[in-house]
């Protein structure tokens, strides 16, 4: 607990911080962005951008108060036009001013002049008019409304106040568009990392993204189906060492007797023993290896269309000869046709059946039927039953429970692991019930349907 406490408070600094980083490259990406807009829309023209140049918003302000002024100069021919400026000065908010008409101006203030009698010069804010005589009328200069004619400082603060709310604003419809799909890859890395650390039992937290949804469930099944394949090859390595062990001391029970023989005819029962034991030895690791390579190659049923009530008679007449003495089998089998896998369903039903021989008392009971394109293989007995809590147990490889099926009956425990292991196959199931005849139901579902 407190090193996964210790791990979330690990990511959740290590997203702060790339939090804070990316909002000071969002920043500075928003400052040039909106420097470069500014530009490229200044020296866009006026057809596009539908807003006049600034000397024509000037020159047109202006174009009263030049010609108000000219009259008033015309008005009063008694006094120089600089002393008409100079009664009007305290009227303007900037400069009434005189300046010859040799003073040197740009091509467009020159060409506004000779159009309009009036222009502006953008590069010193002032307003040029002109006059009777050989002078020019001088007012200014203006205010501007340009940001780029402002003082650089002006400038600066609106372009850092324009970045910093656009980025606040871009930044949390980010963050709420995308922090899901961070929580998930985090979610999906913790669980990554756990798995590789051993812990077979980490899963994913249910994804809240479409993005990473499957992927979740898949990692979930990936990681159930590892644990399940370790757990299995772990439970068969502990019940093989179990199982080789009691031949084993037989074996070596019945070499210290040989050492201990006077005569080759007392030494002759220990090597037929020995020999004995080697077999046993032998189909122990024989069947064990074919157990692992039909769990770790996934099977392939390979369907066959079949006339199963034919198909099971011969099935069961061919396992009468194992019936115990005294011991009553009966089978009922649905009139249908279905696809099967005759080989691994074969499987299924005789180890279920011998199972029944061996751990009924006196009568045992197969039926086949098919419900909900769905095959249902049920063998009930009258023995002494399962006791629900350990059900489970008799499917697990090797594993024997400590009632009446017990190491006296044989077999190794590979039988209801095979059938779990084809039921699944055909993505099907494998369960047990008790039985109306006193002992226990076992049932097994196919998919029966899979090459249709």
């Given at each position: 607990?407190?090193k ?6 690990r990511i ?9 980083f990316?909002?000071?490259i ?5 400052s ?16 596009l951008?539908?807003?006049p140049?600034?000397h ?15 009259l ?5 021919p ?5 002393e008409?400026l100079?009664?009007l000065?305290?009227?303007?908010g900037?400069?009434l ?7 040197n101006?740009?091509?467009t203030?020159?060409e506004?002049?000779?159009?309009h ?7 010193d ?5 002109t006059?009777?005589d050989?002078?020019?009328?001088k007012l200014g200069?203006?205010?501007?409304s340009d940001?780029?004619?402002a003082n650089l400082?002006s ?6 106040l324009w970045?910093?709310?656009?980025s ?12 899901h799909?961070w929580?998930?890859?985090v ?11 051993g812990?077979l039992?980490?899963?994913v ?8 949804k499957?992927?979740?469930i898949?990692l979930?099944?990936m990681?159930?189906?590892?644990e399940?394949l370790?757990?299995t090859?772990?439970?068969?390595s ?8 009691t031949?084993?001391s037989?074996?070596r ?5 040989m ?9 002759i029962?220990?090597i037929d ?9 032998e189909a ?11 769990q770790q190659?996934?099977?392939?049923p ?8 034919i ?8 396992l ?9 089998f ?5 009139y249908?046709e279905?696809q099967i ?5 074969d499987i ?7 199972n ?6 006196s009568?045992?009971e197969l ?6 394109k769905?095959?249902f ?8 039953g399962i ?9 697990i490889?090797?594993?024997r429970l400590d ?8 077999g190794?425990?590979l039988?209801?692991?095979?059938v779990k ?7 099907g199931?494998?369960?047990i019930t008790?039985?109306?005849l006193g002992g226990?139901k076992?049932?097994?579902i ?5 090459g249709?």
């Amino acid at each position: 607990m407190f090193k996964t406490s210790q791990y979330k408070e690990r990511i959740y600094l290590l997203f702060v911080k790339r939090s804070l980083f990316y909002l000071i490259i969002l920043l500075i990406i928003q400052s040039l962005i909106a420097y470069g807009s500014i530009l490229l829309f200044d020296i866009l023209p006026e057809s596009l951008t539908g807003m006049p140049k600034e000397h024509v918003i000037q020159r047109q302000l202006q174009t009263g108060a030049a010609n108000l002024i000219r009259l008033q100069i015309a008005e009063h021919p008694e006094r120089s036009a600089q002393e008409t400026l100079n009664q009007l000065q305290p009227l303007f908010g900037y400069q009434l001013m005189l300046t010859p008409n040799t003073h040197n101006l740009s091509d467009t203030v020159e060409e506004s002049l000779i159009h309009h009698g009036i222009g502006f010069d953008d590069e010193d804010s002032y307003i040029y008019a002109t006059l009777d005589d050989n002078n020019l009328l001088k007012l200014g200069p203006m205010a501007s409304s340009d940001i780029l004619d402002a003082n650089l400082m002006s400038f600066w603060i609106y372009l850092i106040l324009w970045s910093i709310i656009s980025s606040i604003i871009f930044f949390i419809i980010f963050y709420l568009a995308f922090s899901h799909y961070w929580r998930d890859t985090v979610n999906i890395r913790h669980t990554a990392e756990a798995l590789t650390e051993g812990n077979l039992k980490a899963r994913v937290k249910p994804a809240q993204t479409w993005l990473f949804k499957p992927l979740t469930i898949v990692l979930n099944r990936m990681a159930a189906q590892i644990e399940h394949l370790v757990t299995t090859n772990q439970t068969m390595s502990h019940a093989m060492a179990h199982e080789l062990r009691t031949p084993l001391s037989r074996v070596r029970f019945e070499l210290s007797m040989m050492e201990e023989a006077q005569t080759i005819d007392e030494v002759i029962p220990y090597i037929d023993g020995i020999k004995q034991d080697v077999d046993e030895l032998e189909a122990l690791i024989n069947i064990s290896l074919n157990f692992f390579k039909l769990q770790q190659n996934k099977i392939v049923p390979n369907l066959t269309t079949v006339n199963l009530p034919i198909w099971v008679n011969k099935l069961c007449d061919s396992l009468m000869m194992l019936k115990p003495d005294n011991f009553s089998f009966l089978h009922r089998c649905d009139y249908i046709e279905c696809q099967i896998d005759t080989r691994l369903t074969d499987i299924i039903i005789k180890n279920l059946i011998m199972n029944a021989f061996k751990y009924a008392n006196s009568q045992a009971e197969l039926t086949i039927y098919q419900k909900d394109k769905k095959l249902f293989i049920e063998v009930d007995d009258d023995g002494a039953g399962i006791n629900p809590v350990e059900r489970h147990k008799v499917f697990i490889p090797f594993s024997r429970l400590d009632t009446s099926r017990t190491r006296s009956t044989g077999g190794y425990g590979l039988g209801l692991a095979y059938v779990k292991l084809i039921a699944e196959a055909h993505n099907g199931s494998v369960f047990i019930t008790t039985s109306e005849l006193g002992g226990a139901k076992f049932v097994v579902i196919l998919n029966h349907d899979l090459g249709e």
